[in-house]
């Protein structure tokens, strides 16, 4: 019985679709627009259903809407995503670093950016060229003269290779720029990245040591320091140029032979809103107090913020290394140049050789 009715329909199947009129309705726009009709209250019947529990305890998932994802999927491959880090700043605990800022936005074009810190001596030469234009319109109030101003065009010392020999150093990043580029060997180099007054405790030197233990193992005749960049937008003067004191003082106990030169933060550079080169000079004032509070033939402030900085008190453009912060190469020579004159006015050099005889 089924199969005869299933021939019935089936002929008459056969018979409708040779109909040409058929045919024609098949192919016609009113066919299209009814069936959209049927789908578009299916569609919105089904939206009635969300949130609304079937007998099997199943939930009909939302529909989608398909305009919203194709600009979700446009957005994302042109955007730019913005991330916003938020550094708690507490004084207790010590588990950032110093050179954290607290906002960064960060683009496709953050890589260009990140690419371009590292370009060689020329090209940043030739970019400090076209950015020295657009702060020549600029009113800036120029910076006094420093201390050592009298030294930048002194020469070489005849006594450099003398104090290069028994130099060592103990900073942060700025200051690693002596044993990355060949100026100081590295047994001779206590520097790291990050380093600052207010964590310093947090560091270890020479494979394992704290700062004071690392200078009385390598035990140097002279020793550079130069800590603070890190410091002036986690610290205070006061507290920075007192911890340093602290550790000049406990170096001078354990080291009775070492002459202990105490550099001042560098300036930075226009390209850089890292902090400001007038509370850098605060921070150096403090620390220079805090040297001469000292009161020891062995110990000396330096200023190395005059040795790099334009007559605006900010660094050099042939000196930034790309960000404003960091050095090019040839600037530790001219620290080093610098220094060697400054102390061929000292008695640094009759002390050690006191103390080698």
């Known amino acids: 019985m089924m199969n005869w009715k299933c021939y019935i329909m089936g002929s008459k199947l056969k018979e409708l679709l040779k109909n040409p009129r058929f045919r024609n309705f098949l192919r016609s726009p009113e066919l299209a627009m009814l069936l959209l009709v049927f789908a578009s209250i299916g569609i919105i019947w089904a939206s009635t259903l969300k949130g609304?529990?079937?007998?099997?305890?199943?939930?009909?998932?939302?529909?989608?809407?398909?305009?919203?994802?194709?600009?979700?999927?446009?957005?994302?491959?042109?955007?730019?995503?913005?991330?916003?880090?938020?550094?708690?700043?507490?004084?207790?605990?010590?588990?950032?670093?110093?050179?954290?800022?607290?906002?960064?936005?960060?683009?496709?074009?953050?890589?260009?950016?990140?690419?371009?810190?590292?370009?060689?001596?020329?090209?940043?030469?030739?970019?400090?060229?076209?950015?020295?234009?657009?702060?020549?319109?600029?009113?800036?109030?120029?910076?006094?003269?420093?201390?050592?101003?009298?030294?930048?065009?002194?020469?070489?010392?005849?006594?450099?290779?003398?104090?290069?020999?028994?130099?060592?150093?103990?900073?942060?990043?700025?200051?690693?720029?002596?044993?990355?580029?060949?100026?100081?060997?590295?047994?001779?180099?206590?520097?790291?990245?990050?380093v600052s007054m207010w964590n310093l405790d947090y560091f270890t030197f020479c494979g394992g040591y704290g700062l004071v233990d690392a200078v009385s193992y390598v035990s140097p005749k002279l020793l550079y320091m130069s800590i603070g960049m890190n410091d002036v937008n986690m610290n205070d003067p006061y507290a920075y140029s007192s911890k340093y004191k602290s550790v000049i003082e406990q170096i001078m106990s354990r080291c009775p032979d070492t002459n202990i030169v105490v550099a001042g933060i560098t300036p930075i550079g226009y390209e850089s809103s890292f902090t400001s080169n007038e509370r850098i000079r605060e921070y150096n004032s403090a620390l220079e107090n805090a040297v001469n509070s000292i009161g020891s033939s062995r110990v000396y402030y330096f200023d190395a913020y005059s040795v790099v900085s334009d007559e605006y008190g900010m660094l050099r453009y042939d000196c930034s290394g790309g960000d404003g912060i960091h050095l090019q190469t040839h600037c530790y020579s001219d620290f080093l140049n610098t220094l060697f004159n400054f102390l061929d006015d000292t008695n640094v050099k009759e002390q050690i050789e006191k103390s080698e005889r």
């Open 52 to 194: 609304h529990d079937l007998p099997d305890n199943r939930t009909v998932p939302a529909v989608v809407d398909t305009s919203e994802l194709n600009n979700a999927l446009t957005s994302s491959t042109t955007a730019v995503t913005a991330t916003k880090h938020t550094t708690t700043e507490e004084t207790t605990t010590e588990e950032t670093t110093a050179e954290t800022t607290t906002e960064e936005t960060t683009t496709t074009e953050a890589a260009t950016t990140a690419a371009a810190s590292e370009t060689t001596a020329s090209d940043t030469a030739a970019e400090s060229t076209s950015g020295e234009s657009e702060h020549d319109n600029e009113e800036r109030t120029k910076v006094p003269s420093g201390n050592v101003s009298q030294y930048i065009s002194a020469g070489t010392s005849p006594n450099s290779d003398f104090y290069q020999q028994r130099i060592a150093i103990a900073s942060d990043s700025i200051a690693y720029g002596f044993n990355a580029y060949g100026f100081v060997p590295y047994e001779r180099n206590m520097a790291q990245e990050s």
